[in-house]
């Protein structure tokens, strides 16, 4: 691990100005990810600022019928709140289904947001990377691809985003609340919070130098079912091959997002209209354009299934 | 490990924790040039932290993590390294009523924090009910995994009883039962290459009160 300097944040605005104006800042909260990468050199921030003192850990209802995720809630916590199992089951599914316990008592809602793909070539310095050295090439394209995405990817980068949490905040339509350095705040949908790689695979997010995530907010419950069905090679933790969050009624109709297929969660509204008519015109839609590659080519029949495996149990029992 | 590869000198390495400690018994640290030394030490930082009770001040390069304050400034060496990537939990400790993986995290980030480690669980003379339970069911061979098995295990049931769901819970809004489904589930970060699982779960199941 390189070496860096360390400091502890006691306001936003000071925690998004100093790592504005450092060169080399990043935040740290609940590390599990980052640490990880430092260990192997592939994140070298000469200057971390931990963000864990400031508050940000509290699950709030908001006015029009919401909650408010503060950035700091840690997955554990997320998952195990009351009102999230009640009303937003596809979430809490979602988060016990990804990691293991030591892990989610650790890692944040707005670090799972954040999480870094695992594509086995972005791990092993000794490989090209556009995302974790740019230019250097994709090792993963006509490599081993299995766990790799199948949509939504560019010449220069097939990796998944490999997050649980993120899929079902996408069916749910979740907001990505930041700071500014310069003290403003804004609101993103979660739909254009994470990037497609182009030319550009290491451009994960839509966030500026500095920004940081505060809080992420759920609009009012959807009405149906809650579902979150992962597909994995271990049963229990392991990234998913694909994952599907969704949220169907008996009729039918609903949303469904994608984990595990592509650099982001995956989610079309063509898509959703087309769920009354059954997975395979939802896939097909979901998958229009799919360029996989000869080791993960399953997974287009894997999505499939499983979306007529979740509807199946959304309008049946 | 890597740490300090190519960013700073062997002999900086040997005052920079882990490394350093894993070293210095061949080397010695008489023949280090002791302003040039203090020159390139990397950042440090302090940080306060309650073990098993007791209140430590620590003086720490800020890369340490919680696992190598643990082993080599406290040298307390029952909390063991196994993949230092947190994919094994053999690192695993209880800090603030929680177990986590004590290599992913720093120790400065620990300020203030009350940790619990297998020392602390129990002691040979006076062992945790967990302890007594996995020698009674062999749960373990060689015994590398066993302190992060344990410190799991014992989190993991308090976890059950407040009401945290899991995967495996079928009903996601209700109270999860204290089954051996559940806690197999839970188990999922602790691995054990000697394959002891069924008499790590048959102390589990001796301990909850459940049936195996």
Redesign the interface.
Same mark, same amino acid.
């Given at each position: 691990? @390189?070496?860096? +300097?360390?400091e !502890?944040a006691t306001s936003a605005q000071a925690a998004t100005a100093k790592a504005a104006a450092t060169p080399g800042a990043r935040f740290?909260a609940?590390? +599990?990810n980052l $640490?990880?990468l430092m260990? $192997?050199?592939i994140e070298t921030p000469t200057h971390?600022i931990?963000v =864990?003192g400031l508050g940000f850990d509290r699950i709030d209802a908001t006015e029009d019928g919401g909650l408010r995720v503060g950035a700091l809630v840690l997955n +554990?916590d997320l998952?195990?709140d009351?009102r999230v @199992?009640?009303d937003y089951?596809v979430l #809490? @599914?979602a988060l016990?289904?990804g990691?293991?316990?030591? $892990?989610r =008592?650790?890692a944040t809602t707005a670090g799972n947001l954040l999480q870094r793909t695992r594509c086995p070539y972005f791990y092993d310095p000794n490989m090209p990377c556009n995302k974790r050295k740019p230019g250097s090439g994709c090792g993963a394209i006509g490599g081993f691809a299995r766990q790799l995405a199948v949509i939504g990817t560019s010449d220069a980068c097939i990796a998944t985003h490999p997050g649980d949490m993120p899929v079902a905040l996408r069916a749910l339509d979740a907001t990505v609340e930041t700071i500014r350095p310069d003290g403003t705040t804004r609101a993103i949908p979660i739909a254009d919070f994470h990037r497609l790689p182009g030319d550009t695979p290491h451009n994960e997010t839509v966030l500026e130098k500095g920004e940081l995530i505060t809080a992420v907010t759920l609009p009012k419950p959807k009405k149906g079912r809650h579902i979150y069905r992962k597909v994995r090679d !271990?049963? #229990?933790?392991a990234f998913a091959l694909v994952s599907v969050a969704a949220v169907i009624g008996k009729d039918g109709q609903g949303v469904v997002a994608i984990g595990g297929v592509a650099p982001k969660p995956w989610r079309l509204d063509t898509a959703d209209a087309a769920l009354p008519e059954g997975a395979k015109a939802a896939a097909q839609r979901l998958f229009e354009g799919a360029r996989p590659q000869p080791d993960n080519a399953f997974k287009l029949t894997l999505a499939e299934r499983t979306i007529a495996s979740v509807i199946a149990e959304a309008r049946g029992a | 490990m890597t740490e300090g590869r190519g960013a700073i000198s062997r002999r900086n390495l040997l005052k920079s924790g882990a490394a350093g400690a894993a070293v210095a018994g061949s080397i010695g640290p008489g023949g280090v040039a002791l302003a040039q030394a203090e020159a390139e030490m990397p950042p440090h930082a302090r940080v306060n932290v309650k073990v098993n009770g007791a209140d430590h001040s620590l003086d720490l390069d800020t890369r340490t993590t919680l696992l190598d304050a643990l082993r080599e400034h406290l040298k307390l060496t029952g909390t063991k390294k196994g993949c230092d990537h947190g994919q094994c939990g053999a690192c695993t400790v209880i800090v603030d009523g929680r177990r986590i993986n004590s290599c992913l995290t720093l120790a400065v980030m620990h300020e203030g924090a009350a940790v619990t480690t297998i020392e602390g669980l129990g002691t040979p003379d006076n062992l945790h009910p967990m302890q007594a339970a996995f020698v009674k069911h062999d749960g373990y061979q060689c015994g590398y995994c066993t302190p992060g098995q344990i410190c799991s295990a014992v989190a993991v049931i308090e976890e059950i009883r407040a009401g945290i769901p899991s995967h495996v819970t079928q009903d996601i809004a209700g109270k999860p039962p204290l089954t051996t489904l559940e806690m197999r589930e839970r188990m999922s970060g602790n691995i054990c290459r000697c394959g002891a699982y069924s008499n790590i779960a048959e102390a589990m199941a001796e301990v909850a009160g459940v049936k195996a």
């Open positions: 691990m @390189r070496p860096f +300097t360390y !502890r740290i609940g590390g +599990t $640490l990880d260990k $192997l050199e971390l931990d =864990n +554990t998952a195990a009351k @199992r009640k089951a #809490s @599914r016990v289904a990691a293991s316990g030591q $892990l =008592n650790k !271990r049963a #229990s933790y | -």
